[in-house]
């Protein structure tokens, strides 16, 4: 079965801080890594399919690069809307979720 | 409005019983595959189960595989989830969600319910 670790678990950061989000898999995925934000009480929310493409509305401040089995989340200029947990996804076998990184404020 | 409404949570006994529902409206509800999402308190995201547009193909987590069943009725616009000898692992937010295919392997969730709470204790 394919592991989905993701890292930090936890990360502590400043508005206008740069923010990576690491997801790696066991094996290859190909680019069939999606990217969500969770905030307690709501819904997950889409930010990145297919490793790279912005979902339509979401802020270009985030972005997603990688393929294979290293994939990143990066928010360029975090905002005080984006302190949420984060999650890594893959969809080329059973859907799988990474364990979440939460970005809480310094 | 695409939208997904859960209901059916609540409190349970071990080696119970319970059934969710999800109800859809502002899309085609038959031509899309749906997926049932927990996520255990304190815990991250997990994939349950999940069911293709017309209800003929299944799959489970090896968590629930066997306990639970995953059905939709296409013309109620409704999917559900029959869930027995319930555990109290499985104590968890459950959202319904919708998977979006962009190819013939890849989707994402684009739309996902409010979550409907169950509650597994004595």
């Known amino acids: 079965d394919i592991q989905m670790t993701q890292s930090p678990s936890s990360l502590s950061a400043s508005v206008g801080d740069r923010v990576t989000i690491t997801c790696r898999a066991s094996?290859?995925?190909?680019?069939?890594l999606n990217w969500y934000q969770h905030k307690p009480g709501k819904a997950p929310r889409l930010l990145i399919f297919?490793?790279?493409r912005l979902q339509s509305g979401v802020p270009s401040r985030f972005s997603g690069r990688g393929s294979g089995t290293d994939f990143t989340l990066t928010i360029s200029s975090l905002q005080p809307e984006d302190f949420a947990t984060f999650y890594c996804?893959?969809?080329?076998?059973?859907?799988?979720f990474g364990g979440g990184t939460k970005v809480e404020i310094k | 409005e695409v939208r997904l409404v859960e209901s059916g949570g609540g409190l349970v006994q071990p080696g119970g019983s319970l059934r969710l529902s999800c109800v859809a409206s502002?899309?085609?509800?038959?031509?899309?595959?749906l997926h049932w999402v927990r996520q255990a308190p304190g815990k991250g995201l997990e994939y349950v189960s999940g069911i293709n547009s017309d209800g003929a193909n299944t799959s489970y987590a090896k968590s629930v595989k066997g306990r639970f069943s995953i059905s939709r009725d296409n013309s109620k616009d409704m999917l559900s989830l029959q869930m027995g000898s319930l555990r109290a692992e499985d104590m968890a937010v459950y959202y319904c969600?919708?998977?979006?295919?962009?190819?013939?392997?890849?989707?994402?969730?684009?739309?996902w319910g409010q979550g409907t709470l169950v509650t597994v204790s004595s």
């Open positions: 094996q290859s995925i190909s680019n069939y």
């Open positions: 297919a490793a790279s």
């Open positions: 969600a919708r998977a979006f295919y962009y190819d013939s392997t890849g989707y994402f969730y684009d739309t």
């Open positions: 996804q893959q969809s080329y076998s059973t859907p799988l």
């Open positions: 502002g899309f085609l509800f038959s031509s899309y595959t």
